[in-house]
């Protein structure tokens, strides 16, 4: 299953499949890319980052792939399981003046039905 | 090791009341943030602390919002008086460096404000 940007907020597969949460940033000058998950009633919790001079990074089960040509940013989960229900939230750190200062996305609802 | 933790976990008020919510960081982390969701909306920085200064309250939206972080350690973020949209989610993060491109942030599991 897949998802296009901030249009489209929630995401259902079957568990096994392979999702893919899609994301555009704004920012030209962001230099640093973060994929967070929260599920309910928790904080968001880290997934994966990437850095502006990579196109691509692996985790366990997670792939996260950046194409600054036009701004996008996807997170793949392989063979989606139940406990991958959560929302999704990419963010990005625009640079300069030290800190983490965040922009989030305004998230992904993924729902894996069985 | 404990996590970040916020108190309370969800406050009702009416509007014009005042709310004080509190974050306790992860011990010897400097850096300490607040971020709000309103509404379901993206989730919005607010401030951030090194140590108990501030190093950047950009995201406070108006004077009803205080926070502080007298001797560095948990920080409070008090809204007075509260109106109706700033009914949301407050999380408190913390990060022990500081800097872009540093890692991730460490999130509490928020505080749900509910103003009447």
């Known amino acids: 299953g897949e998802s296009v940007g901030l249009h489209l907020p929630t995401l259902s597969v079957q568990e096994g499949d392979n999702s893919i949460i899609n994301c555009a940033y704004s920012n030209s000058a962001s230099d640093y890319f973060i994929w967070y998950k929260q599920e309910s009633g928790k904080g968001p919790q880290f997934i994966i980052d990437i850095r502006s001079n990579m196109d691509k990074r692996q985790g366990q089960r997670v792939t996260v792939l950046l194409n600054k040509t036009v701004k996008h940013l996807s997170l793949q989960i392989a063979a989606t399981q139940p406990g991958d229900s959560a929302v999704y939230f990419c963010a990005e750190n625009r640079g300069g003046g030290g800190g983490n200062k965040l922009t989030f996305g305004t998230g992904t609802q993924l729902k894996v039905e069985l | 090791e404990a996590g970040v933790t916020q108190f309370p976990s969800h406050s009702v008020i009416e509007k014009g009341q005042t709310v004080t919510l509190r974050c306790d960081p992860i011990?010897?982390?400097?850096?300490l943030y607040w971020y709000r969701r309103v509404m379901g909306k993206e989730i919005k920085f607010l401030l951030h602390f090194v140590k108990e200064s501030k190093q950047d309250e950009s995201g406070m939206p108006n004077n009803r919002f205080l926070a502080e972080r007298t001797g560095g350690t948990y920080s409070t973020l008090k809204v007075q008086p509260a109106e109706l949209e700033d009914s949301g989610v407050y999380f408190c993060?913390?990060?022990?460096?500081?800097?872009?491109?540093?890692?991730?942030?460490?999130f509490g599991e928020g505080s749900r404000l509910t103003v009447l």
């Open positions: 011990s010897g982390h400097d850096n």
């Open positions: 993060a913390s990060s022990q460096v500081q800097g872009a491109n540093t890692g991730e942030l460490f």
